[in-house]
Structure formats: structure tokens, C-alpha cells
């Protein structure tokens, strides 16, 4: 295997025998497999599309197959196994579409070219030697795998979001068509000035996706309001909800009104706390624990089922408790856990084994008490607008930093807590994803009422905390958004938060700090490139940092 998709990733290079997040090296292979069939459909799709003759069946099963390849989300080798024999099947079925439509229009047979991806015959008990020869590593050129797995990794966070958005009846043709233009590109040998202008469309199909989803999500629940969020816990058996998916979340908790069930959320659902929807259910206690990386040991303390709508789900400990107890949908898998199918067409997910399950359990073990508030999203800050303004130009409010994006295990995320703790009186942090667990339990005040932390959601509200910057830039009448009294200081680990990154780097966004460390997939040359056009730069001591960052450096 080798994989170098997150931050985390062995000497910041490349696992080769087994992931640092827990991936074996068969689940790594059989990722690659399926990525490498998906750009066999998207090769049939782009050349339908030039004969005029676009392809949507397809289009839901390209992102949810890449959304399941996403770091902590499916470690089902059987599933993969299955989806890989389907996307097989849709390839050929597209392939056949595409030769009479060719032969229709042209009046002759298909005699051009086509890459492997889209000739491989897919033969029963070869899915594991193939797998081996399309790799990453099977692109021997250092940069050019760079680039082509840059894409491809934001094309994963691209997905997850149109994912989201798609469940709640929102697409857009632009991003499925983009999905195809992208993945075939990295079937063919292009210029580094072609692959770099495919990385950065990569960044606007993000903004539009990240657009997309706030649209599905705003116009289906409302939009995210100023809340205080209880953690502690009540009296009751409960159910914990982690990971991004709202239309579970809306069903889980219809389903489970007047069954003597609390519902807690966990980690990337917290945010469905600040929705006008959801506050309507008096069995929604709250939040539960904080960031992925430390389940373990809070699923176990939960006592309760548990659900993961979407990554991040890692590995159990051989001597956890909770397997029998645990479910998983949508692209989340892992032997031994229950998978929850697929919604009807129409209808609803069936929630009633997960519930049974619960009632059988005891009350969760409370963790914390309190409350932390959240629920700054784009339409909550605009509101607050002119005194924001004021703030600023009053000089109470010095500067904003941004530390969005994600958490991890790495023991120099504390460099986050520690910025957030140092950063003079006169900043605000506007933050969303899960990288907000290493300071938004901390107590840092207020600037004439505006907190000192402002959560916008989760990690694809990026958009919210653009969207802000850019109405920010047009009040004070500036022509640059790095004229702004804003700082960005990014987390990142998984890919979700490589298409983020892509999105900033499309509006123009310069001078960004990322870590724990620069990605691992990118070589030298690019990592260059991105230095010299966007001034990207690792994050280095907070003491050295807060400085730079208040001086606008």
C-alpha cells in the first residue's frame, strides 16, 4: 500500500504497511481499485458529454464511492469489494452507452484510444493483484503524482459535501460534470500549467459545492442560530449521533420522540445543535465528548447506541464494549458493527434496531457539565454586522484569526489551544470543523458582547466564515480580502479539509499557516509553487506566530 491522503501520514511521506489512522493494507488497496474504476466511468462520461449527450446516472454513485475512501469512514473490505463489482458494472453499462451514441452521431464504430481504467475487464479473483499495480506510486513522477493526488484528494472533500447536499435533493450538474473532467484528466499525460489550472478549478467547484450545501442546509432546517449547548447528560438511555449527515440526524430524532431515548451529538454534529429545526425536540439533550480521535474511550463511557452518519469512525480496541452497539450508514462501515440500509426512495431510513438497542442501556456516564455556544454562521454574524464594524473601528477588536478545519491525535495540535489561549484580548477567533474541540471549551471572553470564539459549524461552513470575510471586505471598501484585519492559521487532517483549503486558495485567501505539517502529497516542486503564489507557510512556535499574525505577516 501507500497512502498519503492525511495528516497524519508515516514521516509525512506515505504509509506503506499499514495506515496511522488504523488502515490495513487490503482496505488501502481495494481504495485504490475503486478510484482507479471510477475513472474508467468518468472517461465514458466526459466523452458522452462532448458528444453533446450528458450522463447523470452516475453521478451519486461517483460521490458516494469517493466520499467512502475519505479517511476513518469505511473499513468494510467487503463493501468495497461489492462497490468496485458495481462500478464495473456501470462502466461497461456507460461504455455501451457511449459507442451508440458515437456510432449514431459519427455513423461508424469507436477506433480511438482509451486508457486502461476504461478497457480493464475487471475479472473475478483479480481485484487484489490489480490493485497492487494502480497505486499512487504507479505514477512514477514525483510531481505529477503530486498534482494528480492533490486533485484527487480535494475531489474526496468535494464529494462528501455534494454528498450531503444531493441527500437533501440539492445538485448541481457543474460539480458531477467537473467529477468527470477530473478524474479522466488523470488518465492522460497533461502540461504541470494544465494539472495546476485543474487543482485550482478544483477550489471554485469547492466554493460552489460548500454554497450548495449551506443552500440545503438553510433552506431544509433553517438557518443556524446563537446557542448554548448543554454537555452534560440526563437520566435517560441515550443514543449518540457522530459525524455530518443532518437528514439522519432529522430522522433520528423524529423516530425517536416519546420512545424514552435521549439524543446526544458527538464530535462533527455538534453543530446540529444550532438549527431552528432540530430545537423543537425536548429529548435532544445536547453534546456529548468532544473531537473523533478520542471515542474510544467517550464511546465507551456513553453507555448507549451510537450511529456514524459519516466519518470519523476509528478503529475499536480489541477489549472495547461497544461493537454490539455501534451502527453505521451512508458510506460508514465496519465488520461486526450494524449497517443501517439506505433510505427508500421517498421514505426514511429505518432507525427502530438502533433504538431497540438503545432502550436496552444504560445512561450515559457524564464527562463535563456546562454549556459552550455555538451557531455563528454566516446569517447569525451578518446580523451582528455594524457592531462587528464598530468594533473594529474603534480598535476593540484588533484582528480576527481563523483556525478552522480539523483535530487529530498529533500531540502538536496543542499549538492550537496554546494560540487561542495567547492571542492578545482585542482577537477573534472565527472557527468551524472539528478543530474547534482544542479551545471552544475554554473560557476567553467576550469583546462588548461578541464571544471571543465564534463557531460557524461544521467544517463545510467554511463557506459561513468566507462569506463573512467577503461581506467584511465590502463594508470597509477594500479591493483584496488580504487587506482585512484577518489571519488564517488552519488545521487540517483529512480531505475534506484539502478541498477547503483548494476553496481559500480560489477566493484569493494568502498568507495561510497550515498544520501540524505541510501535506505529505506534496513534492518539493509543488509545495513551491504553492509558496511562491499563495505564501502557504507551516506553522511554526506560537511564540513566533501570534506576532507575525497580529502584524498582518
Known amino acids: 500500500m501507500f497512502c498519503f491522503q492525511c495528516q497524519e501520514t508515516a514521516k509525512n511521506t506515505g504509509c506503506t504497511v499499514k495506515g496511522m489512522c488504523g488502515k490495513p493494507e487490503e482496505t488501502a488497496n481495494l481504495q485504490d481499485l475503486l478510484i482507479?474504476?471510477?475513472?474508467?466511468?468518468?472517461?465514458?462520461?466526459?466523452?458522452?458529454?462532448?458528444?453533446?449527450?450528458?450522463?447523470r446516472d452516475n453521478?451519486?454513485?461517483?460521490?458516494?464511492?469517493?466520499?467512502?475512501?475519505?479517511?476513518?469512514?469505511?473499513?468494510?473490505d467487503a463493501r468495497f469489494t461489492h462497490t468496485i463489482e458495481e462500478a464495473l458494472t456501470r462502466r461497461d453499462q456507460i461504455r455501451q452507452k457511449f459507442l451508440d451514441a458515437y456510432k449514431a452521431q459519427k455513423g461508424g464504430a469507436f477506433d480511438g484510444a482509451l486508457p486502461e481504467a476504461a478497457t480493464w475487464t475487471g475479472a473475478p479473483g483479480t481485484f487484489a493483484e490489480k490493485a497492487k499495480s494502480v497505486s499512487i506510486l504507479a505514477t512514477e513522477n514525483e510531481d505529477v503524482r503530486s498534482l494528480r493526488e492533490m486533485?484527487?484528494?480535494?475531489?474526496?472533500?468535494?464529494?462528501?459535501?455534494?454528498?450531503?447536499?444531493?441527500?437533501?435533493?440539492?445538485?448541481?450538474?457543474?460539480?458531477n460534470d467537473f467529477m468527470h473532467t477530473a478524474l479522466a484528466s488523470t488518465t492522460r499525460d497533461l502540461s504541470s500549467d494544465e494539472m495546476v489550472d485543474l487543482v485550482m478549478k478544483a477550489g471554485e467547484i469547492a466554493v460552489a459545492t460548500m454554497?450548495?450545501?449551506?443552500?440545503?442546509?438553510?433552506?431544509?432546517?433553517?438557518?443556524?442560530?446563537?446557542?448554548?449547548?448543554?454537555?452534560?447528560?440526563?437520566?435517560?438511555?441515550?443514543?449518540?449521533?457522530?459525524?455530518?449527515?443532518?437528514?439522519?440526524?432529522?430522522?433520528?430524532?423524529?423516530?425517536?420522540?416519546?420512545?424514552?431515548?435521549?439524543v446526544y451529538t458527538h464530535g462533527e454534529m455538534l453543530p446540529a445543535n444550532y438549527y431552528p429545526a432540530f430545537k423543537k425536540y425536548k429529548h435532544f439533550v445536547g453534546n456529548y465528548g468532544g473531537s473523533w480521535w478520542e471515542q474510544n474511550k467517550e464511546f465507551?463511557?456513553?453507555?448507549?447506541?451510537?450511529?456514524?452518519?459519516?466519518?470519523?469512525?476509528?478503529?475499536?480496541?480489541?477489549?472495547?464494549?461497544?461493537?454490539?452497539?455501534?451502527?453505521?450508514?451512508?458510506?460508514?462501515?465496519?465488520?461486526?458493527?450494524?449497517?443501517?440500509?439506505?433510505?427508500?426512495?421517498?421514505?426514511?431510513?429505518?432507525?427502530?434496531?438502533?433504538?431497540?438497542?438503545a432502550k436496552r442501556c444504560t445512561p450515559p456516564t457524564e464527562l463535563e457539565s456546562g454549556a459552550i455556544v455555538g451557531g455563528f454562521a454566516r446569517n447569525q454574524v451578518l446580523a451582528l454586522a455594524d457592531k462587528v464594524v464598530d468594533a473594529v473601528k474603534s480598535g476593540a477588536i484588533k484582528r480576527f484569526v481563523v483556525m478552522a478545519?480539523?483535530?487529530?491525535?498529533?500531540?502538536?495540535?496543542?499549538?492550537?489551544?496554546?494560540?487561542?489561549?495567547?492571542?492578545?484580548?482585542?482577537?477573534?477567533?472565527?472557527?468551524?470543523?472539528?478543530?474547534?474541540y482544542r479551545y471552544i471549551k475554554l473560557n476567553l471572553g467576550d469583546i462588548g458582547g461578541i464571544p471571543r470564539v465564534l463557531d460557524a459549524g461544521q467544517c463545510n461552513d467554511c463557506y459561513s466564515?468566507?462569506?463573512?470575510?467577503?461581506?467584511?471586505?465590502?463594508?470597509?471598501?477594500?479591493?483584496?480580502?488580504?487587506?482585512?484585519?484577518?489571519?488564517?492559521?488552519?488545521?487540517?487532517?483529512?480531505?475534506?479539509?484539502?478541498?477547503?483549503?483548494?476553496?481559500?486558495?480560489?477566493l484569493g485567501v494568502k498568507g495561510m499557516r497550515l498544520g501540524p505539517t505541510l501535506p505529505g502529497f506534496l513534492s518539493p516542486n509543488v509545495a513551491q509553487v504553492l509558496v511562491d503564489k499563495f505564501d502557504i507557510k507551516p506553522i511554526a512556535t506560537v511564540e513566533e506566530d501570534i506576532p507575525a499574525m497580529m502584524a498582518g505577516k
Open 211 to 262: 454554497a450548495l450545501l449551506d443552500e440545503a442546509n438553510t433552506t431544509t432546517y433553517g438557518h443556524p442560530e446563537i446557542s448554548e449547548v448543554n454537555i452534560g447528560v440526563g437520566s435517560k438511555p441515550g443514543i449518540l449521533i457522530s459525524g455530518h449527515d443532518l437528514k439522519d440526524m432529522e430522522e433520528l430524532l423524529q423516530q425517536t420522540e416519546s420512545s424514552g431515548v435521549d
Open 59 to 76: 453521478d451519486d454513485f461517483i460521490l458516494q464511492s469517493l466520499f467512502a475512501t475519505i479517511t476513518n469512514a469505511n473499513w468494510d
Open 151 to 175: 486533485l484527487v484528494i480535494g475531489l474526496k472533500g468535494i464529494a462528501a459535501y455534494a454528498d450531503h447536499a444531493a441527500i437533501l435533493g440539492f445538485r448541481k450538474p457543474e460539480i
Open 405 to 436: 478545519g480539523c483535530d487529530g491525535r498529533h500531540k502538536t495540535r496543542a499549538y492550537f489551544t496554546d494560540v487561542a489561549q495567547n492571542l492578545p484580548k482585542d482577537t477573534v477567533i472565527l472557527t468551524a470543523g472539528c478543530a474547534k
Open 300 to 357: 465507551e463511557a456513553f453507555n448507549g447506541a451510537i450511529l456514524l452518519t459519516t466519518n470519523c469512525l476509528v478503529p475499536l480496541r480489541k477489549d472495547n464494549t461497544y461493537l454490539d452497539r455501534l451502527f453505521t450508514t451512508n458510506v460508514v462501515g465496519y465488520p461486526g458493527a450494524t449497517h443501517i440500509a439506505d433510505r427508500p426512495a421517498g421514505g426514511s431510513k429505518d432507525f427502530s434496531a438502533l433504538i431497540a438497542r
Open 465 to 506: 466564515l468566507a462569506v463573512i470575510a467577503l461581506k467584511l471586505k465590502e463594508v470597509f471598501g477594500l479591493d483584496d480580502i488580504n487587506k482585512l484585519p484577518i489571519s488564517f492559521d488552519i488545521a487540517w487532517y483529512e480531505q475534506k479539509a484539502v478541498a477547503v483549503l483548494l476553496a481559500l486558495l480560489f
Open 36 to 55: 482507479y474504476v471510477l475513472k474508467g466511468i468518468a472517461v465514458y462520461g466526459e466523452q458522452l458529454k462532448a458528444l453533446g449527450t450528458a450522463d
